[in-house]
Structures are given as structure tokens and as C-alpha cells.
Nanobody, 127 residues
Framework: QLVESGGGLVQPGGALRLSCAAS????????IGWFRQAPGKEREGVSC????????YIAGSVQGRFTISRDNAKNMVYLEMNNLTPEDTAVYSC??????????????????????WGQGTEVTVSS
């Protein structure tokens, strides 16, 4: 399973670090993605990282502000979010897809076919 944490209320320009804790599967066999869904909008892939952590994909909307990382020793994936804006308000979820089923990280982020999904953590950016 996947369990997200770290969401909350933050002022515009602020920062948050989201965490995704994995259990119950061989973590380093899986590529991981962060996705978000704002009220009334479609789900959007934010950033995806390879099973080894050696490569990643970041969506243009968060380029330069968000950073994805993982610690395979701890079965954790992180999303560092800086310079947040109200447009970043959404429920953020992580998802895992077996590396052999992921053609590219961009594909995973744009059309996720994940094996596991977390429940999500809410991020609200507001003054």
C-alpha cells in the first residue's frame, strides 16, 4: 500500500514536503509518480521517478518549483514543493507501477496505469 503525508495549509510562496510511504511490495521494482487533482479538474501528473531514482520527469506546470526524490532503503518517495501558488491547491496522491510496465516516465505521469494508489493528502495554498 501507499500512504501519503505532509499536506496542509500554506500561504502563497510557501513550501511543503510531501511523503509517500510504501509497504507490501518490492519497492525498488516500481516507478513512482505524484499526481494531483484539484476540485472540478482532471487528475494531473506532477512528477515521476524511476525505480532506481536515477531519472525523473517533471511536469511543465511545476518545473523549477517541485522536486521528486526517493529513498529505496526507507521505501519512501518525496515531493518537495516550493514557491507554492493557489493553483497548486489539490489532493496529491502517489502511485506505483512496476518498472517493466512503464515505457517512459512521461507516459506514467500522463497516462498512469498504476498497480498501487495512495489515498491522497490535501494541499491548500491560500492567504
Amino acid at each position: 500500500q501507499l500512504v501519503e503525508s505532509g499536506g496542509g495549509l500554506v500561504q502563497p510562496g510557501g513550501a511543503l514536503r510531501l511523503s509517500c510511504a510504501a509497504s507490501g511490495f518490492t519497492f525498488d521494482y516500481y516507478d513512482i509518480g505524484w499526481f494531483r487533482q484539484a476540485p472540478g479538474k482532471e487528475r494531473e501528473g506532477v512528477s515521476c521517478i524511476s525505480h532506481s531514482g536515477g531519472s525523473s520527469y517533471i511536469a511543465g506546470s511545476v518545473q523549477g518549483r517541485f522536486t521528486i526524490s526517493r529513498d529505496n532503503a526507507k521505501n519512501m518517495v518525496y515531493l518537495e514543493m516550493n514557491n507554492l501558488t493557489p493553483e497548486d491547491t489539490a489532493v496529491y496522491s502517489c502511485a506505483a507501477a512496476h518498472r517493466l510496465r512503464v515505457p517512459t516516465l512521461q507516459r506514467l505521469c500522463n497516462a498512469p496505469d498504476a498497480d498501487y494508489w495512495g489515498q491522497g493528502t490535501e494541499v491548500t495554498v491560500s492567504s
